[in-house]
């Protein structure tokens, strides 16, 4: 019974953080700088978008945030929101699901993705009122 609860009370906190509050909003207002704090700052980032996006490679975080900003100036979003409760791996680890629909400047043709961003606990060393951070490490996104 502990172990449920405790599983339910990570589920509900990870919901209502900063977190998927500032994800969700990067792509609400098609703002790159609000996904930026999340990718990670060592390490490489792996983004899989399908078409009309097309883009899969093991990007640093730099490279994630011109990429998003040209995605955004190319495609940008009209809805985005959770789908599902996230999936803990373990405590230091989730993939958080939401559906992004867009649409192309180009043509004005409309696109929803399911989206999928593999998140992993780290310390964060910047802020002294908060020992660890939520960063992603993956993004991959399948068309509906």
Known sequence: ???????????IS?????????IEQAFLQNDPQLLYSYFPENEKISISLPEPITFSD????????????????????????SVDTPLFLDTDQCIYQARW?????????????????FMV???????SDSNDKWIISEIKAEKI
């Open 101 to 117: 629909s867009f649409k192309n400047k180009r043509n004005n043709n409309q696109y929803g993705f399911h989206i999928f961003f």
């Open 14 to 22: 990870f919901q209502t953080s900063p977190t998927t509050s500032n």
């Open 58 to 81: 093991l990007i640093s975080n730099q490279q994630a945030f011109f990429l998003f900003k040209k995605i955004f100036s190319s495609f940008p979003s009209f809805e985005f929101y």
């Open 121 to 127: 606990k780290v310390k964060d060393i910047s802020n």
């Open 1 to 11: 019974m502990g172990s449920v609860l405790f599983a339910l009370i990570l589920i």
